[in-house]
């Protein structure tokens, strides 16, 4: 079965802090994704990579940036956490393929105070 | 960017039913399409992939795509509480695999 792992299943943060979130998958998968859901805007993409080194911006990368050195590995940085980041945060993996499916992680809440 | 459109919900259908839920897509050369399951506080997991115009089933779930039409859609037979949950229908776009969500239905199944 494939795994994603998060660092963290809740987080208290204040207002300023730098805050990282972090992912690993035991799958081998090229692909590494990091979304914030909120209600009533659903799913949105932050950053995903398809390599490592490689990064992409989503739909909503402002405020955030990302690491992954190492392929099962795929860290979220918030530089400077606010309050309009308290959100949950998934992390996803895939093969690299076109329509192949993407695994979750249990995701993580972040408050920000 | 590929729009998917789903409506909130919640539907409510009675124990033993028939749930039908229902997905739109804006980009008419899209392929293919995931239905993902969401129970609260728990991350999406996928329950059906449909690449082929017509029907798909996997146990109680069948996906119904009309490419013609643009829709994509999600029935449950003899739904059951435990299928009371958010289901989130998602479009590739790019090519790394990236997916649109929809914002969910939420399905409520009542004893």
């Known amino acids: 079965d494939v795994k994603v792992t998060q660092s963290s299943r809740y987080l208290v943060k204040r207002t300023g802090e730098k805050v990282f979130l972090e992912c690993v998958q035991d799958?081998?998968?090229?692909?590494m994704f990091w979304y914030r859901q909120d209600p009533g805007l659903g799913l949105r993409l932050i950053y995903f990579?398809?390599?490592?080194?490689?990064?992409e911006k989503g739909d909503i990368p402002e405020g955030y940036s990302v690491s992954r050195e190492k392929k099962e590995r795929f860290s979220l940085i918030l530089e400077s956490a606010s309050t309009n980041q308290t959100s949950m945060y998934l992390c996803a993996s895939s093969l690299l393929q076109v329509q192949e499916t993407q695994y979750f992680g249990p995701g993580t809440r972040l408050l920000v105070l | 960017q590929k729009e998917v459109e789903q409506n909130s919900g919640p539907l409510s259908v009675p124990e033993g039913a028939i749930a039908s839920l229902n997905c739109t897509y804006s980009?008419?050369?899209?392929?293919?399409f995931f239905w993902y399951r969401q129970y609260s506080g728990k991350s999406p997991e996928l329950i059906m992939f449909i690449y082929s115009n017509g029907d798909k089933e996997d146990g109680r779930f069948t996906a119904q795509l009309n490419k013609a039409s643009q829709y994509v859609s999600l029935l449950i037979r003899d739904s059951q509480p435990s299928d009371s949950a958010t289901y989130l229908c998602?479009?590739?776009?790019?090519?790394?695999?990236?997916?649109?969500f929809g914002k969910g239905t939420m399905l409520l199944v009542s004893p």
């Open positions: 799958m081998d998968h090229e692909n």
């Open positions: 990579s398809y390599d490592v080194k490689m990064k």
């Open positions: 998602a479009v590739p776009w790019g090519g790394y695999s990236t997916l649109t």
């Open positions: 980009d008419r050369g899209s392929q293919s």
